[in-house]
T-cell receptor
C-alpha cells in the first residue's frame, strides 16, 4: 500500500464549478501536510499547508482529518488557470531525520 | 535570483553510458534533494543532503550517486545508465526548519535507450 494515495483523476469540470480532492495517508506518525500544484511539464510548487483546524486561501480550502487519516482540497469557482495536477504531501518526522512523501497527484482540467 | 537551476534540461543516453546532472540554488538553503518522477508514481526521493559534505539515501538510491562539495550545488551521477532510469529528474532545496517547503528546479528529462 502506498504511503500517500490520491485519486489520479482526471477531474473534468466547467469553469465556476466547485471541485474537491481527497488524499489518504497510512503512517499515523505523519506530522504535517501540504498541497503542491504542478502544471503540465513544469516543477511542483507549494500551494498551501493543511492545518487541523482547516485553512482557507482565497478560493482554496484545505482540511485535515487525523482520525481518518485523510486530507482534502476544495476549489471553489474554478478558473481555467486552475488546470494542473495537485499533489498531496505528507511530512513524517522521526528521531534523527524526516521524510517527505509526495502523492502521485490528481489531475484537474477546467474547461470553458 | 534564479532560485533552483538544473542542467541539462534534456538528455538521451545509451545503456551503459554515464552522466552527471547538476543542480544549483542561490537561496542559501541547507537542504537539497534529488527526485525522480514517473507516470503514476509520484515524486520519489533518490538522495538528499542536509549540508555541505553530507549526503543520505532516499527511497530509490540504487544506480545513483551524489555529491555536495559546495552548499549551493548538488550533483547526481549515473555511472551506468539503464532504461529503467528513463524519467524526469527534479532537484529541490529547502531551509532546514522548513523542509516541507521545497523549491524545485525545472527538471531534467532523461531518456536511456
Amino acid at each position: 500500500r502506498k504511503e500517500v494515495e490520491q485519486d489520479p483523476g482526471p477531474f473534468n469540470v466547467p469553469e465556476g464549478a466547485t471541485v474537491a480532492f481527497n488524499c489518504t495517508y497510512s503512517n499515523s506518525a505523519s506530522q504535517s501536510f501540504f498541497w503542491y500544484r504542478q502544471d503540465c511539464r513544469k516543477e511542483p510548487k507549494l500551494l498551501m499547508s493543511v492545518y487541523s483546524s482547516g485553512n482557507e486561501d482565497g478560493r482554496f480550502t484545505a482540511q485535515l482529518n487525523r482520525a481518518s487519516q485523510y486530507i482534502s482540497l476544495l476549489i471553489r469557482d474554478s478558473k481555467l488557470s486552475d488546470s494542473a495536477t495537485y499533489l498531496c504531501v505528507v511530512n513524517i518526522g522521526f528521531t534523527g531525520g524526516f521524510k517527505t512523501i509526495f502523492g502521485a497527484g490528481t489531475r484537474l482540467f477546467v474547461k470553458a | 535570483n534564479a532560485g533552483v537551476t538544473q542542467t541539462p534540461k534534456f538528455r538521451v543516453l545509451k545503456t551503459g553510458q554515464s552522466m552527471t546532472l547538476l543542480c544549483a540554488q542561490d537561496m542559501n538553503h541547507e537542504y537539497m534533494y534529488w527526485y525522480r518522477q514517473d507516470p503514476g508514481m509520484g515524486l520519489r526521493l533518490i538522495h538528499y543532503s542536509v549540508g555541505e559534505g553530507t549526503t543520505a539515501k532516499g527511497e530509490v538510491p540504487d544506480g545513483y550517486n551524489v555529491s555536495r562539495l559546495k552548499k549551493q550545488n548538488f550533483l547526481l551521477g549515473l555511472e551506468s545508465a539503464a532504461p529503467s532510469q528513463t524519467s524526469v529528474y527534479f532537484c529541490a532545496s529547502s531551509h532546514w526548519d522548513r523542509s516541507y517547503e521545497q523549491y524545485f528546479g525545472p527538471g531534467t528529462r532523461l531518456t536511456v535507450t
